[in-house]
């Protein structure tokens, strides 16, 4: 059995660095399936600033940009794009 007392106590710095490794992570951008349409919301800044820069306001529709409206088609290659460039996605 795991000895589960501990004669030290853990700095702040410590603590938060273990709070910090324990807390899910929030996803970069949240996807939506509309079937033949996908609605890709950006939840950070970061995210926005790719979304920005990989497709824009002006590419297409998109009535409610930041979140963008994709075409089921083009969703597979827009997600891999995201997360080769180390964001994530939650569906």
């Known amino acids: ?5 501990r004669s030290q106590k853990l700095t702040r710095a410590e603590l938060e660095q273990f ?3 324990v807390l899910p992570k ?3 951008s949240e996807l939506e399936n509309h079937s033949s349409i996908f609605l890709l ?3 950070t800044e970061t995210a926005r600033t ?3 820069g990989n497709i824009g306001s002006d590419n297409g529709f998109q009535p409610h940009w930041p ?3 994709v075409d089921h088609r083009y969703i597979q290659d827009i997600v891999r794009g995201i ?3 180390g964001l994530t996605v939650r569906a």
Not at 1 to 5: A, D, F, H, K
Request: charge should be negative.
């Open 1 to 5: 059995m795991p000895n589960c007392t």
């Open 19 to 21: 709070v910090l490794s």
């Open 26 to 28: 929030t996803p970069d």
């Open 41 to 43: 919301c950006p939840l």
């Open 50 to 52: 790719w979304l920005e």
């Open 67 to 69: 979140t963008v409206v």
């Open 83 to 85: 997360q080769d460039d």
